[in-house]
């Protein structure tokens, strides 16, 4: 059993830059390839950024590429999203998922991923 608590989150003006961490509990995070998504109001959710257990391979949704980084210490069991040049549009619930298959964590929706955090809200104003 793996939990995940997001924290991070809050109010930023346009072109701004916030940076979300998600705590892990357990032994063997770093066995575990790691995910952000995000769901907007009225919206679904959608992918936004993954890393591997190892941290060797990122993957971006195109909307935040070169925008947002994906890191991760696994000696302090926690990955973390670095945002920068905020837009309203980026403005949403960012949850993080855990999974022990890459795969999983890169999907459009998150389908099959074994564990999900409870959120954290960013609101953009412009």
Known sequence: QVQLVESGGGLVQAGGSLRLSCAASGRT??????????????????FVAA???????????????????????????????????????????????ASPNFRTVITTRGSGVDYWGKGTLVTVSS
Do not use: H
Not at 74 to 83: E, P, S
């Open 29 to 46: 995070f770093g066995s575990y390839a790691m995910g952000w998504f995000r769901q907007a109001p009225g919206k679904e959710r959608e």
């Open 51 to 97: 890393i591997s257990g190892s941290g060797s391979i990122t993957y971006y949704a195109d909307s935040v590429k070169g925008r947002f980084t994906t890191s991760r210490d696994n000696a302090k069991n926690t990955v973390y999203l670095q945002m920068n040049s905020l837009k309203p549009e980026d403005t949403a619930v960012y949850y993080c998922a």
